[in-house]
């Protein structure tokens, strides 16, 4: 007995996978998952994670807040709450959501374990296998693996440095639905888009939001990185505009922390019985403790200026980044310039396969994450994404340089340059 328990700990045992549900042999390892162990060495320039840099956060503002919750509310911040989420922190939700344009009621928030919860939430009430999922080429990889583990078929629509191309999203209606398959959803992230960088501008979010709202598809508006523009506000928000065909998703992740695990579901009236339930069935409630720390720190702390101290560090990263790949980047790659958010998009040429090139970037002391990570289908292998959010601008330039290097040689040896 007891060896087989130690074998059952050890992962030997072969016949483990054959006692799996299905579904669990759709459940893999992101890519950037099996990076993290390497990246995070010390010695290693990571731009590989989209961790947030939390160097920014006054702890002591922070501590202040935990402290005088407990002290003063303790017993209902450790207790069990609704399903739904906490009636004042969805209030105050309602004014965050007020800065991108948007008048919600809180009654149709509901509030999540970090905005992942509500990609599976929204996932298991719409996909049924083989239903089709839009989303943009390329997309944030933590949704491509939701999306997959309910078997959806993920199909991507092109992107240009303006984000989802509308007609290129009429071309990928029209073409699925000759095939007969339903679309479930369009998932897209508008603002300083995850791998990309790149925001969708007002007249194009129009134009989708059209465009949907007449092939009655619901969108998917994921937006963590809105309020992290630095060089201007982002457009409103595409929920402001439609609320009756948007679902939207908003995080506390980046514009306070992702510790917290915080993040909302704005759905259209019709849908929010269903989230609500299957949110219950999953959690039973969103931890109190954490939504009424991030309520004290909106309700008593200047939230909007810690914001704009966020934007102003991620500013000089993304600088630092933006001029290092100019400096050290070969000819022949090109790369986005995101006006916010944590990440820039690299194009090589097609020759060059960057999940094979890892090996030699991290000989050189560098990771980054491979393209192919962002598409469900084996596309992007030319590509990778770089984030400036977590190193010093100094690592980020010695990074920088070191891959373009890596890059550069590789070009050489292949007779591209
Ligand atoms: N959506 C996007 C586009 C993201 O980049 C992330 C985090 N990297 C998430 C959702 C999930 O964020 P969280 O669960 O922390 O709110």
């Not at 105050?92 to 374990?113: F, Y």
């Not at 888009?193 to 969108?219: H, M, W, Y």
């Not at 102003?312 to 006006?339: C, I, N, Q």
């Not at 990074?399 to 591209?416: D, P, Q, S, Y």
């Given at each position: 007995?007891?060896?087989?328990?130690?074998?059952?700990?050890?992962?030997?045992?072969?016949?483990?996978?054959?006692?799996?549900?299905?579904?669990?042999?759709?459940?893999?390892?992101?890519?950037?998952?099996?990076?993290?162990?390497?990246?995070?060495?010390?010695?290693?320039?990571?731009?590989?994670?989209?961790?947030?840099?939390?160097?920014?956060?006054?702890?002591?503002?922070?501590?202040?807040?935990?402290?005088?919750?407990?002290?003063?509310?303790?017993?209902?911040?450790?207790?069990?709450?609704?399903?739904?989420?906490?009636?004042?922190?969805?209030?105050?939700?309602?004014?965050?959501?007020?800065?991108?344009?948007?008048?919600?009621?809180?009654?149709?928030?509901?509030?999540?374990?970090g905005s992942q919860q509500a990609l599976d939430l929204i996932s298991r009430i719409?996909?049924?296998?083989?239903?089709?999922?839009?989303?943009?080429?390329?997309?944030?990889?933590?949704?491509?693996?939701?999306?997959?583990?309910?078997?959806?078929?993920?199909?991507?629509?092109?992107?240009?440095?303006?984000?989802?191309?509308?007609?290129?999203?009429?071309?990928?209606?029209?073409?699925?639905?000759?095939?007969?398959?339903?679309?479930?959803?369009?998932?897209?992230?508008?603002?300083?888009?995850?791998?990309?960088?790149?925001?969708?501008?007002?007249?194009?979010?129009?134009?989708?939001?059209?465009?949907?709202?007449?092939?009655?598809?619901?969108?998917?508006?994921?937006?963590?990185?809105?309020?992290?523009?630095?060089?201007?506000?982002?457009?409103?928000?595409?929920?402001?505009?439609?609320?009756?065909?948007?679902?939207?998703?908003?995080?506390?992740?980046?514009?306070?922390?992702?510790?917290?695990?915080?993040?909302?579901?704005?759905?259209?009236?019709?849908?929010?019985?269903?989230?609500?339930?299957?949110?219950?069935?999953?959690?039973?409630?969103?931890?109190?403790?954490?939504?009424?720390?991030?309520?004290?720190?909106?309700?008593?702390?200047?939230?909007?200026?810690?914001?704009?101290?966020?934007?102003?560090?991620?500013?000089?990263?993304?600088?630092?980044?933006?001029?290092?790949?100019?400096?050290?980047?070969?000819?022949?790659?090109?790369?986005?310039?995101?006006?916010?958010?944590?990440?820039?998009?690299?194009?090589?040429?097609?020759?060059?396969?960057?999940?094979?090139?890892?090996?030699?970037?991290?000989?050189?002391?560098?990771?980054?994450?491979?393209?192919?990570?962002?598409?469900?289908?084996?596309?992007?292998?030319?590509?990778?994404?770089?984030?400036?959010?977590?190193?010093?601008?100094?690592?980020?330039?010695?990074?920088?340089?070191?891959?373009?290097?890596?890059?550069?040689?590789?070009?050489?040896?292949?007779?591209?340059?």
């Amino acid at each position: 007995m007891s060896n087989e328990i130690t074998r059952f700990r050890t992962g030997e045992d072969q016949q483990l996978p054959q006692r799996f549900a299905h579904r669990a042999e759709l459940m893999h390892a992101s890519e950037i998952r099996a990076l993290f162990a390497v990246a995070s060495r010390p010695e290693i320039v990571s731009l590989a994670g989209g961790m947030p840099n939390l160097s920014a956060l006054p702890m002591e503002m922070m501590a202040d807040v935990v402290e005088k919750l407990i002290k003063e509310n303790g017993a209902e911040a450790l207790q069990y709450g609704s399903g739904q989420g906490h009636p004042k922190l969805r209030e105050q939700i309602c004014d965050v959501m007020a800065l991108e344009g948007i008048r919600a009621h809180p009654d149709d928030i509901i509030v999540t374990t970090g905005s992942q919860q509500a990609l599976d939430l929204i996932s298991r009430i719409f996909i049924n296998p083989g239903d089709v999922v839009l989303v943009e080429a390329p997309s944030y990889v933590g949704a491509l693996g939701t999306f997959k583990q309910y078997e959806a078929n993920v199909v991507h629509v092109e992107m240009d440095e303006n984000g989802l191309v509308p007609d290129a999203l009429r071309a990928a209606i029209k073409a699925v639905r000759e095939t007969g398959q339903e679309i479930k959803f369009l998932y897209l992230i508008p603002n300083y888009q995850n791998p990309a960088g790149v925001l969708l501008p007002a007249d194009r979010r129009t134009e989708i939001l059209e465009i949907c709202a007449s092939e009655k598809i619901f969108i998917v508006e994921d937006n963590p990185y809105g309020l992290l523009g630095f060089d201007k506000p982002s457009p409103n928000a595409m929920r402001a505009q439609d609320s009756e065909n948007v679902i939207y998703l908003g995080s506390f992740s980046k514009t306070i922390a992702p510790g917290f695990r915080v993040g909302w579901a704005l759905v259209p009236q019709s849908l929010k019985e269903k989230l609500v339930i299957a949110a219950e069935s999953s959690i039973l409630c969103p931890s109190n403790f954490t939504q009424l720390s991030i309520s004290g720190y909106l309700a008593d702390q200047p939230w909007r200026d810690q914001i704009a101290s966020f934007c102003k560090l991620y500013k000089v990263r993304r600088d630092a980044m933006l001029e290092s790949l100019e400096a050290h980047f070969p000819e022949g790659a090109s790369w986005t310039k995101p006006g916010g958010g944590f990440y820039v998009w690299v194009t090589l040429p097609p020759e060059i396969d960057t999940t094979a090139l890892m090996p030699k970037a991290i000989v050189a002391k560098v990771a980054y994450v491979p393209g192919t990570a962002f598409y469900a289908d084996g596309f992007g292998s030319w590509s990778m994404r770089l984030s400036y959010c977590h190193p010093t601008p100094e690592r980020i330039r010695e990074g920088v340089k070191a891959l373009g290097g890596v890059i550069r040689t590789e070009m050489e040896n292949r007779a591209i340059i």
